[in-house]
């Protein structure tokens, strides 16, 4: 089957009429949830600006369903976008300043910033940091698009999510696109900045946060369509494809219920990561030949070295278990295989790298490397199987759901970004009915995702249940007040960010 391809930089965020075209009608779910979503969200805004909302703005969060920590080597990665997503309300501010409310005014109490967008981002992991990396990104990142701005618009906004935080399914990608929606839609942007920008633009965004983030969530909330689930190329240029997930399984999410921050832990988690992947390129490349391709860092990431060898996959594990050692490297060791006196040059582009450099004594180099390779070659593999039609169905779930575990292990052994919460869950997936369970997103917490026959699911939910009625230490107990299914449910791919009519709005 030929799969559809989007050009990235063709089309732009679009203007939707009706909520049916963004959220799936199960049971005419969307009149009796989203429908009251969105009044709440008016009347609230009516009780604090005192009048209506003209526009609302919407961005997804996602789950990834194969490709874990390999969008920042390059490499390819196989999301879906979820129906949980950020939804803000705005009007025009007369006076230059953007105030901001959210629904949940406990966690997030109103703040008020200037329009400035060259602003500084507030100190720590402050929530408003989100909505100012959306803003920065359509007003101070591109002169060829913020100059077409002469004086970025005030604005009252009131901010509804549905994306749990810390999570795994990108809550933090879902704010900063909404908020990116925002910021073009009211200074006139929206059919200037194509998608394939915009979501470039974010990623440029997040990374002055602090993230080392690649690309692969504020893409797929900005390209993600209703039933497909995308594969996201960055290489050599972005693309979203689409990629058919076989009718007789769904996916379903399970939430481990350990948060995992990741603003909170950059120089011992995530950017780390980012670091162990470059110093392993930096060997490698000094090995497989010129001393000017690591000293020059001729390769940006894995996936420009091994084009640039030629390698395939295997070739590239092969040389992987040659040239590097297993159990970890000190920092004078990196030093010392790679002949210099001086890492941090060596980082330059990444956040944090002096925290990572000075909060940490082993990399583990043949690990982090190994897993990149793997997981890399096993996206393709499970997009060739979704795509082949000649293949029995059976046959091609069970193959699905093995890579899927396969991710896991790579992850949990390999990478080390699992944890006992996310190995438990995933495991009792398993022996619940699942034909594949992964962790999905950065991991260290947050959620699993699982392929399930279709015919099994409830059976699979029921018994999944146990995860979070279980008697545990104490101290250990999983502490859920409200309802389960925020935190077990089966998801379809959803639709990706977009602006609603005025009209519509008008209309509620
Ligand atoms: C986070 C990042 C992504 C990706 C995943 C891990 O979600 O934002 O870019 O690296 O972790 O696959």
Redesign the pocket.
């Known amino acids: 089957m030929e799969s559809e391809q989007q050009d990235t930089n063709l089309e732009f965020v679009p203007i939707l009429n009706h909520l049916p075209e963004i959220y799936h009608d199960n049971n005419g779910e969307v009149k009796q949830k989203h429908e009251g979503r969105f009044k709440n969200l008016k009347d609230r805004f009516k009780q604090i600006y005192g009048v209506v909302p003209k526009y609302f703005c919407r961005a997804p969060g996602r789950v ?1 369903i194969i ?6 080597c390059g490499y390819s ?1 196989l999301p879906a976008a979820i129906e949980q997503d950020f939804v803000m309300a705005y009007v025009l501010n007369e006076a230059d300043e953007i105030e901001l409310n959210n629904i949940d005014k406990d966690q997030y109490p109103a703040e008020k910033i200037s329009t400035d967008p060259f602003q500084k981002f507030k100190e720590g992991p402050h929530w408003i940091n989100y909505f100012l990396c959306g803003y920065k990104a359509v007003l101070a990142i591109d002169e060829k698009y913020y100059s077409q701005v002469t004086k970025p618009r005030g604005l009252k906004i009131m901010i509804d999510s549905l994306v749990p935080p810390a999570a795994g399914v ?1 809550s933090s ?1 879902a704010f900063t696109v909404c908020a990116s929606i925002v910021a073009l839609h009211a200074n006139g942007l929206e059919t200037k900045i194509p998608k394939g920008d915009l979501s470039k633009l974010c990623v440029l965004a997040e990374r002055m946060a602090g ?1 080392a ?5 504020q893409t797929i909330s900005i390209f993600a369509e209703k039933n497909q689930a995308k594969l996201i190329e960055f290489n050599p240029t972005l693309k979203a494809i689409d990629v058919k997930i076989p009718a007789s399984v769904v996916l379903a999410i399970g939430n481990s219920l350990t948060p995992s921050p ?1 603003l909170l832990t950059l120089g011992t988690r ?1 950017n780390k990561r980012v670091v162990e992947c470059r110093f392993a390129l930096l060997i490698l490349a000094l090995r497989t030949g010129d001393i000017s391709h690591a000293k020059e860092q001729k390769f940006k990431n894995f996936y420009e070295f091994q084009k640039h060898l030629g390698y395939s996959y295997q070739q590239m594990l092969e040389l992987v278990s040659s040239h590097l050692q297993k159990g970890g490297y000190t920092p004078d060791k990196v030093k010392k295989e790679l002949g210099i006196d001086d890492l941090t040059d060596l980082l330059k582009d990444i956040p944090y790298a002096n925290e990572v450099i000075s909060q940490n004594y082993q990399f583990h180099l043949f690990e982090r490397a190994y897993h990149v390779f793997g997981e890399a070659s096993r996206v393709y593999e499970f997009k060739e199987l979704c795509d082949d039609e000649t293949l029995d169905e059976a046959v091609k779930v069970q193959k699905l759901g093995q890579l899927m575990n396969d991710s896991h292990k790579s992850c949990r052994d390999l990478y080390d970004c699992s944890s006992p919460e996310l190995d438990e869950i995933t495991q009792l997936s398993r022996d619940s009915g699942a034909l594949g369970s992964r962790l999905t ?2 991991g260290w917490g947050g959620c699993s995702v699982s392929l399930i026959p279709k015919d099994n699911l409830e059976q699979f939910l029921d018994k999944v249940f146990t995860y979070y009625t279980k008697e545990r230490e104490p101290g250990y107990q999983l502490w859920i007040t409200d309802d389960l299914e925020r935190y077990l449910f089966a998801t379809q791919p959803g639709k990706g960010a977009c602006i609603l009519d005025p009209q519509y709005c008008l209309w509620m």
């Open positions: 990834n490709g874990e920590h390999i969008d920042y990665v990108s990608s993230t983030c690649g690309g692969m969530d990741k995530y997103g950065a």
